[in-house]
């Protein structure tokens, strides 16, 4: 159950309460007893992370981890395949066309 913070727009009286969610907001402060209490907006309580640091892989099961990690694995084979392919590939390109022949030509005689 959360606590709420209240505050009376009468006499300004701040005060916290206990309560649960599904409770209706109090109206009459404990103070001066007016009917002018609301519910005030609270900062929430901070956040404070402690240690070297949270991943998105911190708190996987283990069959999601394997998973990955196959993943991974997969991922990297066919990308050294692909290069292995490629430089296949340009290997035969350049031994299979053929070399350009020279031609020679005579030098014509001027009459």
Known sequence: MP???YECDACHHKWELFQSIKADPIKAC????KKKARRVIGPG???IFKGSGFYQTD???SSYQKAAEADQKAQSSASSDSTKSESKSETKS???TPAKSET????KKKS
Do not use: H, M, N, Q
């Open 30 to 33: 404990p103070a001066c007893k």
């Open 45 to 47: 309580a901070g956040i």
């Open 104 to 107: 020679k030509s005579s030098p």
């Open 59 to 61: 708190y996987r099961s």
């Open 94 to 96: 350049e031994s299979s």
């Open 3 to 5: 606590t709420y913070d």
